[in-house]
């Protein structure tokens, strides 16, 4: 196995561990949480409301699967082969203790700033393998 797919491994890992990093996570999406009010066969609200989330960059109302939580500013590509110090500032950066760093995007409006993000970092040989 060459040390890229090891590397990309660990990173991809550590990344879906982040996903299961839950609490500033539900922070940030309660932030972003909108709640409207749902009206019962009169007009009337019914007491009830339904949960949407806003998207931070195009600012539709989401369903909460929908939804992505982003860092705002990118945790970058990773960390150098082999891992020193770098890779320990990246798991600092990727798990964060503040729910303002990150931010909502829906699918489309994530996709398309990872891709910005991807285009920009390739111009940075400083990012290691
Ligand atoms: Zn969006």
Redesign the pocket.
Known sequence: MSDQKIKNMIRGAIRRSWTYYDAVRKKAIEEATVRIPIKNAKGDNSGRFSEFVR??????L?RKSEIDVDHKVPVGKGFGWPPGDDLLDWVKRLFVTEHEVLQC??S???RVKTKEERQRGKRKPSDGL
């Open positions: 998207c931070a960059h195009c600012q539709e989401f995007l829906c489309d409006c994530h």
